[in-house]
């Protein structure tokens, strides 16, 4: 276990710069610790596998791909309140938030079953890099 988190800050070295650079000092042994349990840097997932299908009632080959957002639709009522409150509408304006501390967005599996079609979820993480490989 103390190996294994040595060599996953050894990668975070490299991934964040040498320590020559500095750069690695610059974040706080909680970051670090917050890092290697939640941020991985590459993941290799297979195109198939087999899951439980709540339609079908029983185990089936999924396929996974990646699940993309939608596009926005401006008319939208949360969005038509968002831009409202954005521009500030008898009160202050809505900040942007800048404080951003994480470094990866989370990647979410799209699991389809190959009998019937049913779409679903897969557990969404932290992935510099989320790799579909074919076998
Ligand atoms: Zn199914």
């Known amino acids: 276990m103390k190996t294994f988190q040595l060599d996953f800050i050894l990668l975070l ?15 706080s042994a909680i970051k670090i610790d917050h890092l290697l349990r939640t941020e ?13 299908c ?3 009632k029983k185990h089936q080959e999924f396929t996974i791909s990646i699940y993309k957002k939608g596009k926005k639709r401006t008319l939208a009522e949360g969005q038509r309140r968002y831009l409202r409150k954005k521009r500030g509408y ?3 304006p809505k900040e942007v938030f800048h404080k951003n501390a994480k470094v ?29 490989v074919t076998k």
Request: glycine share 8%; hydrophobic share 25%; net charge positive.
């Open 90 to 92: 008898g009160s202050q």
């Open 13 to 27: 070295i490299i991934y964040y710069g040498s320590p020559q650079n500095n750069k690695i000092f610059n974040l």
């Open 54 to 56: 709540p339609r079908c």
């Open 40 to 52: 991985l840097l590459e993941m290799k997932v297979p195109k198939k596998t087999k899951s439980i």
């Open 104 to 132: 990866n967005k989370k990647t979410t599996p799209l699991l389809t079953c190959s009998v019937c079609g049913f779409k679903k979820y897969g557990r969404g993480q932290r992935i510099k890099k989320y790799e579909i």
